[in-house]
């Protein structure tokens, strides 16, 4: 059975840093681009980030270039996405999700960034 | 930034047939887009229907299809079943970026 599970959802303040998770289970984790995209509270889908199979290609929503950093570690299966100067705008739930066509869905960590 | 533009809300009969549409702000909505379909309960996370404007995944129902249509992507259901309502979304490829649109309500009413 196919699993994407996020970690490291948390309530952080502005300006502050997070580390989401992304454990895969059940595919070959290192034959596809892997994707993180968020919803905010009561609003749409946006997608965040990508990267390619074997880490050597990144992509970008503009909001977030320069403030966070998608990586992968195919030995441990995981997908990450590394958050620095959060803002307010940030507050959403954090899908990742993957496969040949976007198969595969996590079902999504919270983050709250506020004071 | 593209715009991508869906019809915000949608109602459709039980048994009928709905279209919602995909729009590019940059022109017409082509295979280059890659277009997908997703599908998206409350208080669950998405899951995708269509992917490259007309394929199919094995979970998605017979009832569901996608084409590309007067220079938009389409996604239409054939025969609404209450479980059906959710809200959909497309998302489309510009250059190394995707970009949702906004998301269609579908109420099976």
């Known amino acids: 059975e196919v699993q994407l599970a996020e970690s490291g959802g948390d309530l952080v303040q502005p300006g502050g840093s997070l580390r989401l998770s992304c454990a895969a289970s059940?595919?070959?984790?290192?034959?596809?681009?892997m994707i993180w995209f968020r919803q905010a509270p009561g609003k749409g889908l946006e997608w965040v980030a990508n990267?390619?199979?074997?880490?050597?290609?990144?992509n970008y929503v503009d909001s977030v270039r320069g403030r966070f950093t998608i990586s992968r570690d195919n030995a441990k299966n995981s997908l990450y996405l590394q958050m620095n100067s959060l803002r307010p705008e940030d507050t959403a739930v954090y899908y990742c999700?993957?496969?040949?066509?976007?198969?595969?869905w996590g079902q999504g960590a919270l983050v709250t960034v506020s004071s | 930034q593209a715009v991508v533009t869906q019809e915000p809300s949608l109602t459709v009969s039980p048994g009928g047939t709905v279209t919602l549409t995909c729009g590019s702000s940059?022109?017409?909505?082509?295979?280059?887009?890659?277009p997908y379909w997703f599908q998206q309960k409350p208080g669950q996370a998405p899951r995708t229907l269509i992917y490259?404007?007309?394929n199919k995944h094995s979970w998605t129902p017979a009832r569901f299809s996608g084409s590309l249509l007067g220079g938009k992507a389409a996604l239409t259901l054939s025969g609404a079943q209450p479980e059906d309502e959710a809200d959909y979304y497309c998302?489309?490829?510009?250059?190394?970026?995707?970009?949702f649109g906004g998301g269609t309500k579908l109420t099976v009413l």
């Open positions: 059940g595919f070959i984790f290192s034959s596809y681009w």
């Open positions: 999700a993957g496969g040949a066509w976007v198969d595969y």
């Open positions: 990267i390619k199979e074997d880490g050597s290609e990144k």
């Open positions: 940059t022109g017409a909505v082509t295979s280059g887009h890659y």
């Open positions: 490259l404007a007309s």
């Open positions: 998302l489309l490829f510009y250059s190394g970026v995707w970009v």
